[in-house]
T-cell receptor, first 110, second 116 residues
Framework: AQSVTQPDIHITVSEGASLELRCNYS??????LFWYVQSPGQGLQLLLK??????LVQGIKGFEAEFKRSQSSFNLRKPSVHWSDAAEYFC????????FGAGTRLTVKP | NAGVTQTPKFQVLKTGQSMTLQCAQD?????MYWYRQDPGMGLRLIYY???????DKGEVPNGYNVSRLNKREFSLRLESAAPSQTSVYFC???????????????FGPGTRLTVL
């Protein structure tokens, strides 16, 4: 069965520092992978998705993610974090239905 | 274009009461979904509807029923609420049908439900 693991429950970074959020998946076939962001009290917004092709995908708000089949990973990155990036981030994989990771909460220090 | 809307935003129920959560989308999407979000567990799919007139169970369907009223609306009903159903409920929609794994889902703002 497909599953998604986000090893970090909570991450704190300083504004302007780089960010990497980890995501590992377990899935037999070619995965369809997604990253969503959820601001407090809001629904989820799609940051980026990967289906095939170039393993480095660009998303909105300056985020990117790299698919590494050998490591079963799809980590999210941003070179320089802004205070407005504080939110919860969810990785997801889809076969017939969507399976979400438990989320990583990002705190940004001034 | 409001996207996905949900009502109510907040609700408190007593154990055993029933209620219906409403969801509507104005994007002419084919598929609609109901998720619940619990701390430390991410989102889990309750039910989905790949097209008007069809519904299917997701990962955690017990204690819930759904109705795809028309293409726009997809409601979630709790017949006899239990404290274990205290959660935040999200509705989502996507353009394609269930076969489209790459289909992007668009989420509503959520309903925070407390069952006492």
């Amino acid at each position: 069965a497909q599953s998604v693991t986000q090893p970090d429950i909570h991450i704190t970074v300083s504004e302007g520092a780089s960010l990497e959020l980890r995501c590992n998946y377990s899935y037999g076939a070619t995965p369809y992978l997604f990253w969503y962001v959820q601001s407090p009290g809001q629904g989820l917004q799609l940051l980026l998705k990967y289906f095939s092709g170039d393993t480095l995908v660009q998303g909105i708000k300056g985020f990117e993610a790299e698919f590494k089949r050998s490591q079963s990973s799809f980590n999210l990155r941003k070179p320089s974090v802004h205070w407005s990036d504080a939110a919860e981030y969810f990785c997801a994989v889809r076969n017939n239905d969507m399976r979400f990771g438990a989320g990583t909460r990002l705190t940004v220090k001034p | 274009n409001a996207g996905v809307t949900q009502t109510p935003k907040f609700q408190v129920l007593k154990t055993g009461q029933s209620m219906t959560l409403q969801c509507a989308q104005d994007m002419n999407h084919n598929s609609m979904y109901w998720y619940r979000q619990d701390p430390g567990m991410g989102l889990r799919l309750i039910y989905y509807s790949a097209s008007e007139g069809t519904t299917d169970k997701g990962e955690v369907p017990n204690g819930y029923n759904v109705s795809r009223l028309n293409k726009r609306e997809f409601s979630l009903r709790l017949e006899s609420a239990a404290p274990s159903q205290t959660s935040v409920y999200f509705c989502a929609s996507s353009p394609g049908t269930s076969g489209g794994r790459g289909d992007t889902q668009y989420f509503g703002p959520g309903t925070r439900l407390t069952v006492l």
